[in-house]
Protein backbone atom coordinates (compact mmCIF):
# COMPACT_ATOMS: atom_id res chain seq x y z
CA UNK A 1 0.00 0.00 0.00
CA UNK A 2 2.64 1.88 0.50
CA UNK A 3 3.41 1.58 -3.05
CA UNK A 4 0.93 3.00 -4.14
CA UNK A 5 0.35 6.33 -2.72
CA UNK A 6 0.94 9.49 -4.95
CA UNK A 7 2.56 11.95 -4.46
CA UNK A 8 2.02 13.82 -7.31
CA UNK A 9 0.86 12.51 -10.44
CA UNK A 10 2.92 9.27 -11.39
CA UNK A 11 5.47 9.09 -8.78
CA UNK A 12 5.12 7.29 -5.22
CA UNK A 13 6.30 7.53 -2.33
CA UNK A 14 7.75 4.05 -1.66
CA UNK A 15 9.75 4.34 -4.92
CA UNK A 16 10.89 7.52 -3.76
CA UNK A 17 12.37 6.33 -0.66
CA UNK A 18 13.81 2.95 -2.34
CA UNK A 19 15.50 5.26 -5.31
CA UNK A 20 17.05 7.31 -2.50
CA UNK A 21 18.07 4.23 -0.09
CA UNK A 22 19.51 2.95 -3.59
CA UNK A 23 21.68 6.19 -4.54
CA UNK A 24 22.70 6.59 -1.13
CA UNK A 25 24.22 2.90 -0.97
CA UNK A 26 25.33 3.89 -4.68
CA UNK A 27 27.09 7.08 -3.19
CA UNK A 28 28.85 5.44 -0.34
CA UNK A 29 30.08 2.59 -2.41
CA UNK A 30 31.43 4.85 -4.41
CA UNK A 31 32.99 7.02 -1.94
CA UNK A 32 34.62 3.94 -0.17
CA UNK A 33 35.41 2.37 -3.74
CA UNK A 34 35.99 5.11 -6.01
CA UNK A 35 36.23 8.59 -4.52
CA UNK A 36 39.31 7.98 -2.19
CA UNK A 37 41.30 6.51 -4.67
CA UNK A 38 40.52 9.06 -7.02
CA UNK A 39 40.80 12.01 -4.54
CA UNK A 40 44.74 10.16 -3.18
CA UNK A 41 45.21 10.00 -6.77
CA UNK A 42 44.89 13.66 -7.47
CA UNK A 43 45.87 14.83 -4.19
CA UNK A 44 49.64 13.04 -5.04
CA UNK A 45 49.56 14.11 -8.41
CA UNK A 46 49.18 17.83 -6.60
CA UNK A 47 51.84 16.94 -4.42
CA UNK A 48 54.00 15.71 -7.05
CA UNK A 49 53.56 18.55 -9.13
CA UNK A 50 53.98 21.25 -6.33
CA UNK A 51 57.34 19.21 -5.57
CA UNK A 52 58.38 19.53 -8.88
CA UNK A 53 57.88 23.45 -8.83
CA UNK A 54 59.73 23.78 -5.28
CA UNK A 55 62.21 21.82 -7.32
CA UNK A 56 62.58 24.05 -10.22
CA UNK A 57 62.44 27.15 -8.16
CA UNK A 58 65.54 25.60 -5.54
CA UNK A 59 67.56 24.37 -9.03
CA UNK A 60 66.88 28.11 -10.83
CA UNK A 61 67.89 29.59 -7.26
CA UNK A 62 71.12 27.31 -7.45
CA UNK A 63 71.80 28.02 -11.33
CA UNK A 64 71.21 31.85 -10.41
CA UNK A 65 74.24 31.37 -7.49
CA UNK A 66 75.98 29.49 -9.53
CA UNK A 67 76.23 31.86 -12.01
CA UNK A 68 77.04 35.02 -9.55
CA UNK A 69 79.67 32.43 -8.32
CA UNK A 70 81.20 31.97 -11.79
CA UNK A 71 80.68 35.92 -12.37
CA UNK A 72 82.88 36.42 -9.20
CA UNK A 73 85.43 33.79 -10.17
CA UNK A 74 85.79 35.38 -13.43
CA UNK A 75 86.39 38.70 -12.18
CA UNK A 76 88.94 37.61 -9.48
CA UNK A 77 90.53 36.31 -12.32
CA UNK A 78 90.38 39.01 -14.69
CA UNK A 79 91.70 41.22 -11.35
CA UNK A 80 94.48 38.58 -10.93
CA UNK A 81 95.47 38.58 -14.66
CA UNK A 82 95.77 42.56 -13.95
CA UNK A 83 97.41 42.87 -11.27
CA UNK A 84 100.03 40.21 -12.96
CA UNK A 85 100.23 42.43 -16.37
CA UNK A 86 100.94 45.29 -14.01
CA UNK A 87 103.57 43.91 -11.73
CA UNK A 88 105.24 42.93 -15.09
CA UNK A 89 105.24 46.26 -17.03
CA UNK A 90 106.58 47.67 -13.35
CA UNK A 91 109.13 45.19 -13.36
CA UNK A 92 109.94 45.32 -17.04
CA UNK A 93 110.02 49.28 -16.11
CA UNK A 94 112.71 48.66 -12.99
CA UNK A 95 114.88 46.61 -15.11
CA UNK A 96 115.22 48.96 -17.78
CA UNK A 97 115.52 51.74 -15.88
CA UNK A 98 118.42 49.26 -14.13
CA UNK A 99 120.00 48.45 -17.46
CA UNK A 100 120.12 52.22 -18.67
CA UNK A 101 122.08 53.07 -15.21
CA UNK A 102 124.41 50.07 -15.47
CA UNK A 103 124.94 51.50 -18.93
CA UNK A 104 125.14 54.73 -18.27
CA UNK A 105 127.63 53.56 -15.54
CA UNK A 106 129.86 51.81 -17.89
CA UNK A 107 129.95 54.59 -20.27
CA UNK A 108 131.33 56.49 -17.70
CA UNK A 109 133.60 54.46 -16.46
CA UNK A 110 135.04 53.52 -19.96
CA UNK A 111 135.10 57.16 -20.80
CA UNK A 112 137.18 57.94 -17.21
CA UNK A 113 139.49 54.99 -18.34
CA UNK A 114 139.93 56.09 -22.06
CA UNK A 115 140.69 59.35 -20.62
CA UNK A 116 143.31 58.16 -17.85
CA UNK A 117 144.76 56.03 -20.78
CA UNK A 118 144.75 58.89 -23.02
CA UNK A 119 146.71 60.95 -20.44
CA UNK A 120 149.05 57.89 -19.44
CA UNK A 121 149.73 57.67 -23.21
CA UNK A 122 150.34 61.68 -23.50
CA UNK A 123 152.56 61.26 -20.47
CA UNK A 124 154.75 58.61 -21.65
CA UNK A 125 154.60 60.13 -24.99
CA UNK A 126 156.39 63.48 -23.50
CA UNK A 127 158.24 61.49 -21.51
CA UNK A 128 159.84 59.57 -24.26
CA UNK A 129 159.96 63.17 -26.04
CA UNK A 130 162.13 64.37 -23.25
CA UNK A 131 164.46 61.52 -23.68
CA UNK A 132 164.85 61.74 -26.92
CA UNK A 133 164.70 65.72 -27.25
CA UNK A 134 167.45 65.19 -24.53
CA UNK A 135 169.52 62.54 -26.52
CA UNK A 136 169.59 64.55 -29.68
CA UNK A 137 170.13 67.78 -27.85
CA UNK A 138 172.75 66.48 -25.84
CA UNK A 139 174.28 65.27 -29.50
CA UNK A 140 173.46 68.59 -30.72
CA UNK A 141 175.27 69.95 -27.97
CA UNK A 142 178.08 68.13 -27.77
CA UNK A 143 178.96 68.56 -31.20
CA UNK A 144 178.77 72.81 -30.97
CA UNK A 145 179.84 72.74 -27.90
CA UNK A 146 182.59 70.19 -28.58
CA UNK A 147 182.38 69.10 -25.02
CA UNK A 148 179.85 66.83 -22.73
CA UNK A 149 177.89 68.59 -20.82
CA UNK A 150 177.01 67.51 -16.61
CA UNK A 151 174.14 65.67 -16.59
CA UNK A 152 172.49 68.36 -13.95
CA UNK A 153 172.95 70.80 -17.25
CA UNK A 154 171.49 68.46 -19.43
CA UNK A 155 168.39 68.17 -17.03
CA UNK A 156 167.44 71.65 -16.59
CA UNK A 157 168.29 72.45 -20.44
CA UNK A 158 165.83 69.64 -21.39
CA UNK A 159 163.08 70.83 -19.03
CA UNK A 160 163.21 74.17 -20.38
CA UNK A 161 163.03 73.03 -23.86
CA UNK A 162 160.04 70.99 -22.88
CA UNK A 163 158.27 73.55 -21.27
CA UNK A 164 158.85 75.51 -24.79
CA UNK A 165 157.39 72.81 -26.82
CA UNK A 166 154.43 72.09 -24.02
CA UNK A 167 154.07 76.33 -24.26
CA UNK A 168 153.93 75.88 -28.62
CA UNK A 169 151.63 73.17 -28.32
CA UNK A 170 149.23 75.09 -25.94
CA UNK A 171 148.89 77.88 -28.21
Not at 58 to 87: G, P
Not at 122 to 128: P, T
Request: aromatic letters at 4%; a negative charge; hydrophobic letters at 40%.
Amino acid sequence: MLSHLVVGQGLYYGDSIFYAVCFLLLMWIIKVLAWKPVTKMMQDRADKISNDIDSAEKSRNDAAELVQKRQAALASSRSEAQTIVNDAKANGQQQREQIVTQAQADVQTLKQNAQKDIEQERQDALSNARNDVADLSIEIASKIIQRELKADDQKALIDSYIEGLGKQHES
